[in-house]
């Protein structure tokens, strides 16, 4: 596994999608401590400020009826993650969001290159509110950080590795 860390970035997604299309191997992952235009689905903004968890994984090439399944099992990777690791219960909220009681904390986006029914590439961009401190107004009362659920900052490339190993895991069972 490869990993491309960048202080400041426009989009993990973007640069990830970017490297794939030029043959990039699989598992490069690019994280960045901040985004400038972190984008959700539907190219919905996320607001991605110093302190959070912003990463985008190239994957290996998917069967193409596995290609809808991605971003679910992405979801119980961190979900899973969040519990075994801070003793939290979060609730996927289908298709491609992780929350905390009531608060959005997690957001994923899978784009998958297709042509002629063959998966050319997927990439996976997860973006995880770990020690943001506070929210602006209009995202206060439904974002929320692990930070603020724990009074305490959380080690980033730590639950970056937990993610990425659970991640590989379940990618292989399913295209086996």
């Not at 009074?151 to 895991?169: D, G, M, P, S, Y």
Request: charged content about 30%; overall charge positive; glycine content about 6%.
């Amino acid at each position: 596994m490869k990993i491309l860390e960048f202080q400041k970035i426009d989009s993990t997604q973007k640069e990830a999608l970017k490297r794939a299309k030029k043959k990039e191997k699989p598992w490069t992952v690019i994280v960045a401590k901040e985004q400038t235009q972190g984008m959700g689905r539907k190219k919905s903004f996320w607001f991605s400020p110093k302190g959070g968890l912003y990463f985008s994984v190239i994957l290996p090439k998917s069967k193409i009826e596995n290609i809808q399944i991605l971003t679910f099992l992405a979801g119980l990777v961190v979900a899973e993650t969040i519990k075994k690791s801070f003793h939290l219960e979060p609730f996927i909220k289908l298709p491609n969001d992780v929350y905390l009681e009531g608060k959005k904390i997690c957001g994923i986006i899978t784009e998958n290159v297709v042509k002629e029914n063959e998966v050319k590439c997927s990439v996976m961009g997860i973006g995880l509110n770990t020690n943001i401190e506070k929210f602006p107004k209009n995202l206060e009362k439904s974002a929320t950080s692990l930070k603020i659920k724990l009074a305490k900052k959380v080690n980033n490339k730590k639950i970056l590795k937990e993610i990425l190993t659970r991640l590989q895991k379940m990618f292989n069972i399913i295209n086996q």
